[in-house]
């Protein structure tokens, strides 16, 4: 029988974040079908989609809306059967602007197709279904799973490392996944480290998340006799751990080396809401169109809501009874990594994991000198300087920040949260790697 596996090894630096899992026990529940979804064209890291549909055209549950040629995207699916209001330009989340197809829902939920199983027997054939799906990274990042999915043979990978780490504040979508389809999930890792040759999976979650651990173990356990090359870990709970960096070394102990990719020291990551996604289009042949969205904080009700992609926030805001007071901000994400939103009208889409309220008294206090403390050094993860990295961001000093290596920063939020002096470093290094990427055009 399979024992639960303990972390590897723990990284440097790092903060420990308010658990706040308000909604861990909460069953997922179907939002209430939205008279419009407004779905955004841009979804993923790559090139933009086209519309395939004009304004006024029909149509149906699952049909593709949206495609590119550019072989970094992703096609995009309709969430809901109606009609094409129109094609217009939405802000998006992270203030780009794109065209958005806006969908009157008829309500009648009519799909282009059947569901019915997709058949894999190759490599090939799994990239493709990837493809189909229009599965991203789901947790946040974005990047279409075809390619991440299209490992090269100079780089061959031995580990398939499942992120189940969930490790800001407030978010329990992920966990949800974890209880509720922990079959999927198991199932998934099976097609992708047979048709990718992979020989060993593990599946890292926090140890703040005992009952995701003992669920996704049992139910291992059902199958370790056909798959004894999967493990169940658990990983410290500490804040940034699901970031790619910490979560190989925590798992295989291997360093990622700066400025390189997982597969370059043989490990393939995957969000776990993604490869159980992934193992439901095999099953049902239904692309991903809609989302479980933790909804948390300054709300009456809060829910882990599934929702169809495009639906606005405050439709969902609304589903889970409202704010219990004004808000100070909402954020698509969590509080450590997430957006701030300067609308209610913006959709959720394929990124979207959480909606985060949070009061006046919960949110960043106002900036005051820095005092030197240090504290921001200690707790990069990435071992940077972020105070003097701000320095050089105000200054426009390039040269200095090419030195002090800004381009490692993962935006992890660490630094601003540890801050006594409230300094949004966070926004100052997204400025400094703004100024070194104008600087090399």
């Known amino acids: 029988m399979k024992t639960l596996v303990k972390a590897m090894a723990k990284f440097k630096g790092g903060v420990k974040v308010p658990h706040n899992k308000n909604t861990a026990e909460n069953e997922s529940v179907i939002i209430e079908q939205p008279k419009i979804v407004i779905i955004p064209l841009q979804q993923h890291i790559g090139g933009p989609c086209e519309p395939t549909v004009k304004s ?152 703040n998340k005992p009952k995701g651990l003992q669920i996704l173990r049992d139910r291992l356990n059902e199958l370790a006799d056909l798959d004894p090359a999967i493990d169940i870990m658990e990983i410290p709970s500490l804040y940034p751990q699901g970031a790619e960096k910490m979560l190989v070394y925590a798992t295989t102990g291997r360093k ?16 776990i809401s993604t490869i159980s996604r992934l193992q439901e289009y095999l099953e049902t042949g239904l692309p991903l169109i809609q989302k479980r969205v933790t909804v948390d904080g300054n709300v009456a009700t809060p829910k882990n809501v599934v929702a169809p992609i495009g639906t606005p926030i405050s439709e969902i805001v609304k589903f ?33 994991n959480a909606i985060t309220i949070l009061s006046e008294t919960q949110a960043l206090p106002e900036e005051s000198p820095c005092i030197r403390c240090g504290r921001c050094v200690t707790a990069c993860p990435m071992s940077l300087l972020p105070v003097q990295i701000e320095r050089c961001a105000r200054n426009k000093d390039l040269e200095n920040l090419k030195k002090l290596n800004v381009s490692a920063c993962m935006e992890c939020g660490c630094c601003a949260y540890v801050c006594p002096a409230g300094r949004k470093l966070v926004q100052s290094m997204k400025q400094a790697k703004l100024l070194e990427r104008e600087a090399v055009k």
Not at 340 to 349: G, M, R
């Open 256 to 271: 990622i080396p700066p400025g390189k990719l997982p597969s370059e020291v043989g490990c393939l990551i995957m969000n």
């Open 56 to 207: 006024r055209e029909i149509v149906t549950v699952g049909q593709v809306i949206g495609d590119s040629k550019a072989y970094v995207s992703a096609p995009i699916h309709a969430s809901v059967s109606g009609k094409v209001k129109g094609i217009k330009p939405v802000l998006l989340a992270n203030g780009q602007t794109c065209d958005a197809i806006h969908i009157e829902n008829d309500e009648l939920y009519t799909r282009a197709q059947e569901p019915a199983p997709i058949q894999i027997d190759s490599k090939d054939d799994l990239l493709n279904a990837a493809r189909d799906s229009g599965l991203v990274g789901i947790g946040g990042a974005g990047f279409p799973l075809h390619v991440k999915l299209a490992i090269k043979e100079e780089t061959p990978i031995d580990i398939l490392v499942i992120n189940g780490a969930e490790c800001e504040p407030f978010i329990t979508s992920d966990y949800r996944e974890s209880l509720e389809y922990p079959e999927r999930i198991i199932a998934g890792m099976q097609v992708v480290m047979k048709q990718l040759n992979i020989s060993h999976g593990v599946v890292g979650i926090e140890s």
């Open 320 to 352: 889970c009874n409202g704010f219990i007071d004004e808000p100070s901000k909402v954020i698509l994400g969590g509080p450590m990594m997430g957006i701030a939103q300067y609308s209610l009208d913006l959709p959720i889409t394929k990124q979207t």
